[in-house]
């Protein structure tokens, strides 16, 4: 049975900075439901970004509205975390590891031995459960990204947002957080929503791809990924399935680009009724 968690409703967002002005999004409308991992995939500057930032409270929409639970988003969410693609900066230099982990569940202001348990769990789920007193600019680049995405989880958050988190390590250690991901979502239930520019990453890991058009933005594309859930690095990207979502996916984004030019501004609609119908 499906429950809607996430309602994104005519949502636009247009940056207005010193007479310069930015249409990033649109008109974006779709409905994620609990269990989901969906896929966000869009060419640079598609208002990925911002759209992240506008599901996590963090922006005011233009116009339109994100809804959790059927109530408006104003503010950061409880019931969601995010993790950013700049570990480095999202981590405190002066905290250890446990003390990141440890500081959104103070927040929530749990007690003390509630608070060690749940990190420590966290922090054993991502493989560091002997590294809680290290410093985060003691580890490697997939260390501090696996310390963030142990914060997220140790939080416990109904809806997991993340925002091209593994563009900035290397392949193998990618893999290994994308499987390590993939583990967590089905664990624990949670509902995933990944921003990546990376066409195979999001086929692998989502159960949903929406494709996203240049700015201003509109889903051009919402492919469901009917790969079962068991995945292997190995063998999964290599099957004709994962090929031709691939394949669409890729062609979702061509079109993307080719259409970023005004007269695809001017009529948005159109884009989107044609990538539809080709399929
Ligand atoms: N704070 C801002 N002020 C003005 N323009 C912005 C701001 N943030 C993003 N933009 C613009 O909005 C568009 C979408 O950006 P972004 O959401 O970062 O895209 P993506 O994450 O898909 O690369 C781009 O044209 C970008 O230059
Ligand atoms: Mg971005």
């Not at 506008?54 to 969410?77: D, I, M």
């Not at 990924?225 to 979502?245: C, D, M, N, W």
């Amino acid at each position: 049975m499906s429950e809607k968690i996430v309602e994104v409703v005519h949502l636009t967002k247009t940056y207005e900075s010193r007479g310069r002005r930015v249409e990033a999004i649109g008109d974006l409308d779709f409905t994620i439901e609990r269990g989901d991992f969906t896929c966000i995939v869009g060419p640079s500057g598609a208002g990925k970004t911002t759209l992240l930032k506008c599901l996590a409270g963090l922006l005011a929409p233009t116009s339109g509205s994100v809804e959790v639970h059927g109530k408006r988003v104003t503010g950061p969410p409880a019931s969601m975390a995010v993790v950013f693609q700049e570990y480095g900066r999202s981590l405190f230099p002066w905290r250890t590891v446990r003390g990141n982990v440890e500081l959104p569940l103070k927040a929530k202001g749990l007690p003390a031995r509630e608070r060690a348990e749940k990190v420590q769990r966290a922090l054993e789920s991502v493989g560091l459960g002997d590294v809680g007193d290290a410093y985060p600019w003691q580890l490697s680049g997939g260390m501090q990204q696996r310390v963030a995405i142990a914060r997220a989880v140790a939080y416990e958050p109904e809806v997991l947002l993340m925002d091209e988190p593994f563009a900035a390590v290397d392949a193998q250690t990618r893999a290994d957080l994308e499987d390590l991901l993939r583990s967590l979502w089905r664990t624990l239930g949670l509902t995933v929503i990944f921003v990546t520019h990376d066409i195979e990453e999001a086929v692998y890991l989502g159960t949903r791809v929406l494709v996203l058009s240049s700015s201003p933005t509109f889903v051009l594309d919402d492919v469901p990924v009917t790969i079962g859930a068991e995945r292997s690095q190995g063998e999964t990207r290599v099957t004709a399935q994962f090929g031709e979502l691939r394949t669409r996916v890729y062609d979702g984004i061509q079109q993307a680009k080719a259409h970023a030019n005004p007269a695809a501004k001017a009529e948005p609609g159109s884009l989107s009724r044609s990538a539809v119908s080709q399929r």
